[in-house]
């Protein structure tokens, strides 16, 4: 075989259990990913407190004709971006198993809210992209500390 090969001996007892329970850890992820699915719901919902995408950029304004129904239909409500009723906002959930962790809403229209794009009788009206999920720089520092944390315990 080409290349280099590295080959180690472990013969204290030890240090071999400490592997093996780092090996059983790893076949079961499922409690580090239902952390992991817990940890991002919340960024999900600060992103809706904030308004900003993933990334920290500010989502767009809510166009004038959106703002002139809401006051028509609501009064002096709170002119809050993608939560005029706040059934997306509460949407959110995630599946975690022991490979993985899954983020999303059942919501149909999440995906257009999300990714922008045309709407409406005709495609009529455009929708600019309001990213709610993904994961900020931020997300990934906290993640790769609760990894580190699962494999210390």
Request: glycine share 8%; aromatic share 8%; net charge negative.
């Amino acid at each position: 075989m080409a290349g280099i090969q590295y080959h180690v001996d472990v013969e204290r007892a030890e240090m071999l259990a400490f592997f093996e329970s780092k090996l059983s850890q790893m076949e079961n992820l499922r409690p580090f990913y239902v952390n992991v699915g817990e940890h991002l719901l919340n960024s999900v919902e600060d992103r809706f407190d904030t308004q900003t995408a993933p990334d920290g950029t500010a989502w767009a304004a809510l166009a004038p004709a959106t703002v002139a129904n809401r006051l028509r239909r609501n009064g002096n409500a709170e002119l809050t971006i993608l939560r005029e009723s706040g059934r997306l906002a509460g949407s959110f959930n995630y599946d975690a198993s022991s490979r993985q962790v899954t983020v999303g809403t059942p919501v149909v229209y999440a995906a257009i809210q999300h990714f922008g794009g045309e709407a409406g009788r005709n495609q009529s009206v455009t929708i600019p992209p309001r990213p709610v999920l993904g994961m900020s720089p931020q997300d990934e520092i906290i993640i790769s500390e609760m990894a580190e944390d699962f494999l210390r315990s």
